[in-house]
């Protein structure tokens, strides 16, 4: 059941997000929208801090840096969130978002994608970085999380913000029998006819190039224009949760309302006023329904 959800919000600030307002509105770049991301204050009272430990998944001779969130309440096991980050971004970006999963009886795991920022904790240069790439080192994470005792592998979730939902989205399609369930924030379906518009064909990308004021590879076009991820997603058939502003000016929301019909069960939640990232009311919405969506598919 494909379901459209609009939640009428009104801002009582501005969004913050001038920085990323003059890109193009197919580019990925969220980092700065990301990095205003906080978890509502009254979510985050009365709870006792959750427990973290960095660690390292091995991904062929790369080792992918991650941080493992566990509530404060010890049990034999947990159901577990990993969420990607976006272009540009960080595991730092999702920090606030994994604590407050962490509050509320989840593992949540942020991790670097190799080349995924200038100063990854995972090495690699951006210009080494694919959507491709990254759908690696997920895939390192998944494995590496999955083999821990006190992660409840019948119970593993993936959510993904901008590049790092597109990225999950196709993880997800690779292994649904590993994914309970998806969770797509502002997801970044448009990169690759963003990398279309650059590029007449495969045959003239350019070495590296300048995007969102990040220099990246020739691989980063290569690969994002080698398929069409919406032939690619339909693969998952579990239950998927796809959150988008209206105002976003980086991914069109059409892209996601084209992905919540690919999806066999898929609910769009539409968050008035709210950009490339959300904060303020959006983000308070966007984290009670995330919470929520979990909590259904948690046993």
Known sequence: MKRIVAMMLTLSIALGLAACSSQSSGQTQQTQAQQTEQAPAEQQEEKEPPKTEEM???????????????????????????????????????????????????????????????????????????????????NAVMDGVRALEYVDKDQFFLLGCSQGGFVSSYVAASRPEDVKALILLFPAFALQDDCWSRHA????????????????????????????????????????????????????????????????????????GAGHGFQSKPLKESNAKLLEFLAAHTE
């Open 56 to 138: 390292y998944f091995p991904n062929g001779d790369k080792q992918i840096y991650a941080v493992v969130y566990t509530p404060a309440e010890e049990k034999s096991q947990y159901p577990t969130v990993v969420i990607s980050h976006g272009f540009a971004g960080s595991y730092a970006d999702n920090e606030k978002r994994a604590e407050l999963l962490a509050q509320n009886g989840y593992c949540a795991v942020v991790f670097d994608f190799y080349g995924g920022n200038r100063d990854s904790k995972s090495g690699g240069e951006m210009t080494e970085m694919s959507v491709l790439t990254e759908a690696e080192d997920l």
């Open 201 to 272: 064909s495969i045959d003239e990308i350019p070495e590296t190039e300048d995007v969102m004021n990040q220099t990246i590879g020739a691989i980063y076009s290569r690969d994002a224009m080698s398929f069409d991820i919406y032939d690619v997603i339909g693969g998952y058939k579990g239950d998927v949760l796809i959150q988008h502003g209206d105002k976003d000016d980086i991914v069109d929301p059409s892209y996601s309302e084209r992905a919540a019909e690919v999806y066999e069960h898929a609910e769009l939640q539409i968050l008035h």
